[in-house]
């Protein structure tokens, strides 16, 4: 009787094991399908929307998986929620180092979050100082089309000093890959009515 008993416990015991493991799977499953919805909201360009259903899978998920660190910075800085990006961009590097899957985006949406952050801290960058040199007022577009960018002379790269003292390096917003400024962005620049949106 006390045999029967003590196999009857243990059945019972395997049978609790295998439903309580069936509920876990299942509520695994749901959280991950709300992963895949969010990110078709991300990539749809529903932000907002996306971060409601991020949200709510860090309420309910145990273990954070390191695709939904990657997304959620991503999302986050797509949000203008630059240093909530910047923290979940680093969780994601931290896991997977630099043989994750998207770990070129990740550092992608990081320097760019990093690049907004500080400008949001410190307040958007000041106009590039003009020369005291004379500078020829009137110039042949249609001869020169391009000058040598007198932002960043010609290395197409800003180099900022960081909060930390750390070198900032970001890509020049008024010149091309080769340091290039058009002409009519200089023409502006020696009026001072240079602006970074103007040379997107």
Same mark, same amino acid.
């Given at each position: 009787m006390i045999q029967k008993l003590g196999a009857l416990i243990i059945l019972l015991g395997i049978a609790i094991q295998g439903f309580s493991q069936d509920y876990i799977n299942a509520q695994q499953r749901d959280l991950m399908m709300k992963i895949d919805e969010g990110v078709a909201f991300? /990539?749809?360009g529903n932000y907002a929307r996306a971060d409601t259903y991020f949200q709510q899978v860090l309420t309910d998920i145990n273990v954070v998986p390191a695709e939904l660190c990657f997304y959620f910075g991503k999302n986050s800085y797509h949000l203008e929620k630059y240093k909530q990006s910047i923290d979940w961009l680093n969780k994601y590097i931290e896991i997977k180092g630099t043989t994750g899957q998207f770990f070129d985006q990740a550092k992608e949406y990081l320097a760019?979050?990093?690049?907004?952050?500080?400008?949001? &801290?410190?307040?958007?960058? $000041?106009?590039? &100082? $003009?020369?005291? &040199?004379?500078?020829?007022? $009137?110039?042949?577009? /249609?001869?020169?089309?391009?000058v040598l960018c007198p932002v960043c002379k010609g290395s197409g790269v800003l180099i900022e000093q960081g909060t930390l003292g750390n070198a900032i390096y970001r890509s020049c917003p008024y010149s091309d890959e080769s340091g290039r400024m058009t002409c009519e962005d200089y023409k502006k620049y020696i009026r001072g009515d240079l602006s970074t949106a103007d040379s997107q």
């Open positions: 991300m /990539n749809q760019l979050s990093e690049t907004d952050y500080l400008t949001e &801290k410190v307040g958007p960058t $000041r106009q590039p &100082k $003009r020369d005291n &040199k004379a500078k020829p007022e $009137r110039i042949d577009c /249609n001869a020169t089309p391009f």
